[in-house]
């Protein structure tokens, strides 16, 4: 069997959130990280990834939580691959109608009742046939993942050293250097003289921060900013000039390294959103 991949743009018109479909055998995601949350059932076979320092198998029923900026990978953990249903929700949408933002201390957990929920909402979503009762679906879901398995961070943090408060407005800097323009990136020395560090210094320091060093972030952004361009109508040969990319061969192989699918594929899965009334 080979591969499959499909996605699915959700808007409801005040947040939109993409839905993965997948069936893998021999694919492998490359490192990356997401801005928003991933949440995700598999439905067959068992996955494997790297997160947090930690080697993570998901199996049948399991529930991943995986929160954003985390870096992580994903392959099959044996060869009969796996398959899965993702929700990507942003925190606005995973936290609406709660105090405060949670934190999800496992990768994996097994709750069938959340599982439950969670497919069925991606299921209704994806099969487009009752939009008004899809999205009360993914509503109870979600609320579901935060009640049974978010914690809050205890009041009263105590701040950062002025250290690591100086470090971190340095890597706000460099990432600010490196949006400004996508296409054209500076050589790490302008970037390290751009925040009065050596490069060793900088590199060190922003991968500390990130989890990823500042060469291989801009490529995730790059990335990042396709998928939007792709989403609003762009070609992909459009694209890959747009962000940085060399050529459409060169946005095609890291597209799908992050995404599991093609800049086209992607492109003809979202173009024409499933709209939920509220």
């Known amino acids: 069997m080979t591969d499959s991949a499909r996605w699915t743009r959700v808007d409801d018109g005040r947040f939109q959130v993409d ?3 997948a069936d893998y055998r021999r694919h492998a995601f490359t490192r990356h990280s997401h801005s ?10 068992a996955e494997q990834f790297h997160y947090r320092g930690a080697l993570h ?14 870096p992580h990978d994903g392959q099959a953990a044996d060869p009969s691959g796996w398959a899965y249903r993702v929700f990507y929700p942003p925190a606005d949408l995973l936290f609406e109608g709660f105090a405060a933002p949670a934190h999800f201390a496992d990768a994996v957990v097994h709750d069938p009742h959340t599982v439950h929920l969670i ?7 994806t099969s487009g046939t009752d939009t008004f009762a899809a999205h009360s679906k993914l509503t109870w879901a979600l609320a579901s993942v935060v009640r049974r398995h978010g914690s809050h961070a205890p009041s009263g943090m105590p701040a950062l050293p002025a250290q690591d408060a100086a470090a971190g407005r340095k890597v706000t800097e460099i990432r600010d250097r490196l949006m400004a323009d996508l296409r054209s990136a500076p050589n790490l020395r302008e970037l390290a003289d751009g925040v009065e560090l050596s490069p060793f210094h900088m590199l060190r320091v922003f991968r500390a921060a990130t989890g990823f060093p500042p ?6 952004e790059r990335v990042c900013r396709a998928r939007h361009l ?3 109508g762009h070609t992909p040969a459009e694209v890959a000039g747009a962000v ?3 050529d459409q061969a060169h946005l095609t192989r890291w597209f799908k390294r992050v995404t599991g699918v093609t800049p086209a594929a992607f492109r003809n899965s979202v173009q024409d959103p499933v709209r939920t009334v509220a």
């Not at 497919?119 to 979503?125: M, N, T």
């Open 19 to 21: 839905l993965l479909t």
């Open 36 to 45: 928003t949350f991933a949440i995700g059932v598999v439905v067959c076979g």
């Open 57 to 70: 198998r998901a199996g049948v029923g399991s529930l991943a939580i995986l929160e954003p900026g985390e």
């Open 119 to 125: 497919r069925s909402a991606h299921e209704a979503l």
């Open 215 to 220: 060469h291989a972030w801009l490529v995730l």
């Open 230 to 232: 792709l989403a609003a």
């Open 244 to 246: 940085g990319f060399a």
